[in-house]
T-cell receptor, first 112, second 111 residues
């Protein structure tokens, strides 16, 4: 059981480039989440999904898009990266409410 | 989801109990209290959650006041490896249970 796996672990982008972060979970969880964490701050919710084919906005959705075409995968896209999107991105999943979140180990993204 | 208030930092001597408070005075009846911790820059780790009753597992105990407006996470015998940022979160039922994280309490366990 790998749990929640995030790909890639590190990435450096130039301003304006695009990329997709992949989150995969093997626990058959319904809910999946993308958070970002900036230095010295807590986690802020970007987007989340309560089931295959559904997505919803969190606290800081601007500049990001998501897709949940398969239950086990939740993709986070940056269409035109900006330096303000330099952050650590965490993916999480949970079986449903009130089950706990299971987190991945994060993706460290730097936009220059 | 209700907001929470936690002290920004706390210290605890190794081997002693660490008691981390959380205020959630606007909690509603169907909202659970969750505790997570984050060590260095790793992904947050789930510790425990509860609705009304006190809960205990192999990691910690959760004490929720009778009016549910505050709670305390207890690490019974803190070790250096418990040094981390601890997050208290309140989240309700339904598909929009977003689990919003605040800035947490930085617990420093010392020798």
């Amino acid at each position: 059981n790998a749990g929640v796996t995030q790909t890639p672990k590190f990435r450096v982008l130039k301003t304006g480039q695009s990329m997709t972060l992949l989150c995969a979970q093997d626990m058959n969880h319904e809910y999946m989440y993308w958070y970002r964490q900036d230095p010295g701050m807590g986690l802020r919710l970007i987007h989340y999904s309560v089931g295959e084919g559904t997505t919803a906005k969190g606290e800081v959705p601007d500049g990001y898009n998501v897709s949940r075409l398969k239950k086990q995968n939740f993709l986070l896209g940056l269409e035109s990266a900006a330096p303000s999107q330099t952050s650590v991105y965490f993916c999480a999943s949970r079986p449903g409410h009130p089950g706990p979140l299971h987190f991945g180990n994060g993706t460290r993204l730097t936009v220059t | 989801d209700a907001k929470t208030t936690q002290p920004p930092s706390m210290d605890c001597a190794e081997g002693r109990a660490a008691n981390l408070p959380c205020n959630h005075s606007t909690i509603s009846g169907n909202e659970y209290v969750y505790w997570y911790r984050q060590i260095h820059s790793q992904g947050p780790q789930y510790i425990i959650h509860g609705l009304k009753n006190n809960e205990t597992n192999e990691m910690a105990s959760l004490i929720i006041t009778e009016d549910r407006k505050s709670s305390t996470l207890i690490l019974p015998h803190a070790t250096l490896r418990d040094t981390a940022v601890y997050y208290c979160i309140v989240s309700g039922t339904g598909t929009a249970s977003k689990l919003t994280f605040g800035t947490g309490t930085r617990l420093q366990v010392t020798l």
